[in-house]
Each structure stands twice: as structure tokens, then as C-alpha cells.
């Protein structure tokens, strides 16, 4: 099992950049496919960017391509999300999530893909 805590949530202008962590604890997080979602009021949660154990694969929502970054630190347990041009539809609560990573290819995008979750930190884009 793996606990994650997400931080680097903020109030930010649009066009700027933000950058979230999650940290995690627990066993074997080098095993763990990893993913980011998040949820906007009144919207389904939904999946913006994940990668594989080996962090060698990703994938990213049409949405958020060209503009956010996922990466990995399996020494440090950590995973983050680089987003830059900010823009107010981006403006949600966003989640860190884990799943057993089935081969170093895998990357989960559906949200019943991950048994693990983060409390979410929130993410506001002015305008």
C-alpha cells in the first residue's frame, strides 16, 4: 500500500506556471505507475497526465499537451507535474493518484485504474 500527499497548489495568473508534488510512503513506490488527475466544481474528476513505474512512458490528456510535464524521482519518492501557461480552465482540485504498474509500459488513464489517492491540492488560475 502507498499513502500520497500532494503539495504546490496556489493562486497563480494565467499564462504563469505552477509545479505540484506528491510525495509518497509506503513500500515499493519504484513499482507504482503514477498519474494526476483532477476535479473542477460541478465536474467529473478526470485524468490530466500519468507515466509508468520506469517513468519512461507517459500520456497526457489533449487538453494539457504541450503544456504540463510528468516526471519521477524513485529515490525520493516523489512524483511531480510541471505546468506552464496556466489558463483559467485549469482552475480545479488536483489529485495524485498510484497503481501497481503491470509492466514497465503501462500507464493508467482511467480513474478506476487507481486504488490509491492523494487529498488533492487545489490549483486557481486567475484571469
Known amino acids: 500500500q502507498v499513502q500520497l500527499v500532494e503539495s504546490g497548489g496556489g493562486l497563480v495568473q494565467a499564462g504563469g506556471s505552477l509545479t505540484l508534488s506528491c510525495a509518497a510512503s509506503?513500500?515499493?513506490?519504484?513499482?507504482?505507475?503514477m498519474g494526476w488527475f483532477r476535479q473542477a466544481p460541478g465536474k467529473e474528476r478526470e485524468f490530466v497526465a500519468g507515466?509508468?513505474?520506469?517513468?519512461?512512458?507517459?500520456d497526457y490528456a489533449d487538453f494539457v499537451k504541450g503544456r504540463f510535464s510528468i516526471s519521477r524521482d524513485n529515490a525520493k519518492n516523489t512524483v511531480n507535474l510541471q505546468m506552464n501557461s496556466l489558463k483559467p480552465e485549469d482552475t480545479a482540485v488536483y489529485y495524485c493518484?498510484?497503481?501497481?504498474?503491470?509492466?514497465?509500459?503501462?500507464?493508467?488513464?482511467?480513474?478506476?485504474?487507481?486504488?490509491?489517492w492523494g487529498q488533492g491540492t487545489q490549483v486557481t488560475v486567475s484571469s
Open positions: 493518484a498510484a497503481t501497481v504498474g503491470v509492466s514497465s509500459r503501462y500507464v493508467a488513464t482511467k480513474r478506476n485504474e487507481y486504488p490509491y
Open positions: 509506503g513500500r515499493s513506490f519504484s513499482t507504482y505507475a
Open positions: 507515466l509508468a513505474w520506469n517513468g519512461r512512458s507517459t
